[in-house]
C-alpha cells in the first residue's frame, strides 16, 4: 500500500522548485547520445558524469544519472533500427524487426514503434515499482542461482527459433556461441583455450564481439550498395509517419503489455537485467503471434515486444538497490557509488525512514519518461538522417567508431581485434544463411549459464533436480517455461486448423 502522506511530500520534493528538474533534459540527451555510439555502454557515460553529482543535492543527482540511464537504453534501440548496431546487449533483439523494417524504407515506422514501446514500458516498470517496491525486494531475496539458470535458460530457447528455413543452422550458431563464452578462466578457476594469449584469460570481451558480429559483418555486406534505403523517395525523416508508427504500438497492447511485465520482473534479478529480459519477451512474442513467419522481416511487434521489455527492466532494476541496497548491475553500481556521496544507504531502513525520498526518485522517473517522449521525438529527425548519408562516407566513419568503441571497453589493443574478427565471422555466417544473433546470445548467456549453474550444483550438492524441488519461485518458472515452450506450438497448429475450417 502507498503511504500517502509520504507521497504527498515527494510531490513538495519534485514540484515545490523547478530544481530537481534541471539536469533531467541534458540527462536524456547525454544518454541517447552515449547509448548510439557503438561500445559506449550506459554504464560509462554514467560513469563519466558521476563527479558532476558532486555539487548536487542527493534528489537531483538521482534524476540526472537516472535520466541518462533512461535516455540511454532508447538510443541503443535507435542505432540497432537504423544500422543493425545494438548500442548495448539489452538492444539485441530490437535488431531483429528494427532493422529490417529499415531496410525496407519503413525507418520512420520503426522509430515511432522503437519509441512508443520504451516510454510505455518505462512507464509500467515505475508504477509497478512504486506499488510494489516492498513485495518486490522481498521477492528478490528469495531469487538464488537455481531461479537464475532458469531464466537464463529460458533466454537461450530463443536460439532454436532464429532461423525459420534450418533450424539445425540456428542451433549451429547457438552452440558456437555457447563454445567461444567457454575460453578463458572458467568459474572454478580452470584456463581454458587461451592458446597461451594472456588477453584471452578474462574470455571473448562481449561488447566488441557483438560489435563485431552485427555492425561490422553488416557494413562490410553493405559493400556495393549507396545507401542504407535504396529507394530515394523513401529516404526521408517524415514526422508524419514517426506518430504512424507510436499510433501501431498500441494496436498491440498484448505484446506491449506482456513485454513491459516480463522486462520489470527480469529486470529485478540481479546480475541478469535487461540482457535476458529483451530476449526472453521477443521470443515470447514470436511464439503467441499468429503470424510468426513475418518476425525477422520486419514485424512490428518484434519491435514492440524487445523495446518495451527492455526499458521496462530499468524499473526493476531500481528494486533491488532502493530496497536491499544491492546493485544489479553497472548501471546501478554507479547509482550506488551516488548514494554513498551523500551518505545514503539503500536498504529497508532507507524506505521505512525515507519513504518520501523514495517515492520522489520513482515519480521523478516516472516523469523522465514522459520528458523521454518529447525529447526522443525531436532527436529522432537528427538521428534518423543517417539513411540519408551515402555509404561511401558512413561505412568508414562507423567501422572507425567500432573499432574505437572495442578499444574504450577493454583499454587494450584485443577489442579493436575482437572487432575485426567477430566481423569476418559474421560476414562468414551472414553469407551461408547462420543467425549471427543466435551466436552472440549463446555469448552472452552461456558464461551467465555456467556460473549461475556451478553455484546450483555446489548449494545442492550435486542434486539440482532435488533441489528444484525445494525453490517454489525456480519450480514455478521451469513449470511456466515448460508450458510456453510445448503449449504455444500446439496453440498454433490450433489456430491453423480453425482458419483452414473457417476458409472452407
Known amino acids: 500500500m502507498l503511504d500517502q502522506f509520504a507521497l504527498s511530500q515527494a510531490f513538495g520534493l519534485l514540484f515545490s522548485s523547478f530544481d530537481p528538474w534541471i539536469w533531467v533534459i541534458p540527462g536524456l540527451l547525454i544518454g541517447l547520445v552515449f547509448g548510439s555510439i557503438p561500445g559506449l555502454q550506459i554504464s560509462m557515460a554514467m560513469a563519466v558524469f558521476l563527479p558532476v553529482t558532486f555539487g548536487m543535492d542527493f534528489l537531483q543527482a538521482m534524476l540526472f544519472l537516472t535520466a541518462i540511464f533512461t535516455g540511454g537504453a532508447y538510443g541503443g534501440g535507435v542505432t540497432a533500427i537504423l544500422m543493425n548496431i545494438p548500442g548495448s546487449s539489452s538492444s539485441i533483439a530490437t535488431a531483429f524487426d528494427g532493422y529490417p523494417m529499415a531496410r525496407q524504407g519503413k525507418h520512420n515506422e520503426a522509430l515511432g514503434l522503437g519509441l512508443a514501446a520504451s516510454v510505455v514500458g518505462s512507464f509500467i516498470g515505475y508504477i509497478l515499482l512504486l506499488l510494489l517496491i516492498g513485495p518486490m525486494a522481498a521477492l528478490v531475496l528469495k531469487i538464488g542461482p537455481m531461479e537464475m539458470v532458469v531464466v537464463v535458460l529460458w533466454g537461450l530457447t530463443l536460439i532454436a527459433t532464429l532461423n525459420d528455413g534450418n533450424v539445425a543452422k540456428g542451433l549451429f550458431a547457438g552452440f558456437l556461441g555457447l563454445l567461444l563464452s567457454q575460453i578463458g578462466m572458467s568459474t572454478t578457476g580452470i584456463m581454458r583455450t587461451?592458446?597461451?594469449?594472456?588477453?584471452?584469460?578474462?574470455?571473448?570481451?562481449?561488447?566488441?564481439?557483438?560489435?563485431?558480429?552485427?555492425?561490422?559483418?553488416?557494413l562490410l555486406r553493405l559493400r556495393g550498395s549507396s545507401y542504407l534505403v535504396t529507394d530515394e523517395a523513401q529516404r526521408d525523416i517524415s514526422l508524419r509517419k514517426i506518430l504512424a508508427g507510436v499510433a501501431e504500438t498500441f494496436r498491440y497492447p498484448a505484446v506491449l503489455l506482456r513485454g513491459s511485465l516480463i522486462g520489470a520482473g527480469i529486470g529485478a534479478i540481479p546480475g541478469v537485467g535487461s540482457s535476458v529480459a529483451n530476449l526472453v519477451s521477443y521470443g515470447e512474442a514470436r511464439r503467441t503471434s499468429r503470424t510468426p513467419e513475418a518476425f525477422g522481416k520486419g514485424a512490428p511487434e518484434g519491435v514492440i515486444a524487445a523495446e518495451s521489455a527492455n526499458s521496462s527492466s530499468e524499473g526493476g532494476s531500481m528494486t533491488a538497490l532502493l530496497a536491499l541496497g544491492?546493485?544489479?548491475?553497472?548501471?546501478?553500481?554507479?547509482?550506488?557509488?551516488?548514494?554513498?556521496?551523500?551518505?545514503?544507504?539503500?536498504g529497508p531502513s532507507f524506505i521505512r525512514n525515507q519513504t518520501d525520498v523514495v517515492y520522489s526518485i520513482i515519480l521523478g522517473n516516472l516523469g523522465q519518461v514522459l520528458l523521454l517522449a518529447v525529447v526522443g521525438l525531436l532527436m529522432l529527425r537528427v538521428l534518423g538522417m543517417v539513411v540519408r548519408v551515402p555509404l561511401a562516407y558512413l561505412v568508414p566513419s562507423v567501422l572507425a567508431m567500432c573499432a574505437w568503441g572495442g578499444y574504450g571497453i577493454t583499454g587494450t589493443i584485443a577489442g579493436p581485434l575482437t572487432v575485426a574478427a567477430f566481423a569476418l565471422l559474421g560476414?562468414?555466417?551472414?553469407?551461408?544463411?547462420?543467425?549471427?544473433?543466435?551466436?552472440?546470445?549463446?555469448?552472452?548467456?552461456?558464461?551467465?549459464?555456467?556460473?549461475?549453474?556451478?553455484?546450483?550444483?555446489?548449494?545442492?550438492?550435486?542434486?539440482?533436480?532435488?533441489?528444484?524441488?525445494?525453490?517454489?519461485?525456480a519450480l514455478v518458472l521451469a513449470i511456466a517455461m515448460l508450458a510456453v515452450l510445448v503449449g504455444a506450438p500446439s496453440l498454433k497448429a490450433l489456430r491453423a486448423r480453425k482458419a483452414r475450417r473457417a476458409g472452407q
Open 194 to 218: 587461451t592458446v597461451g594469449n594472456p588477453h584471452l584469460l578474462d574470455g571473448i570481451p562481449a561488447v566488441p564481439a557483438m560489435i563485431g558480429i552485427f555492425a561490422a559483418s553488416e
Open 326 to 346: 544491492i546493485p544489479g548491475g553497472a548501471a546501478t553500481a554507479v547509482l550506488l557509488a551516488a548514494f554513498s556521496f551523500h551518505n545514503i544507504i539503500g
Open 427 to 473: 560476414w562468414l555466417m551472414r553469407r551461408n544463411a547462420y543467425p549471427v544473433a543466435a551466436t552472440v546470445i549463446g555469448l552472452l548467456l552461456g558464461r551467465m549459464m555456467e556460473g549461475e549453474l556451478v553455484r546450483t550444483l555446489q548449494i545442492s550438492n550435486n542434486q539440482p533436480m532435488t533441489y528444484l524441488l525445494e525453490r517454489p519461485i
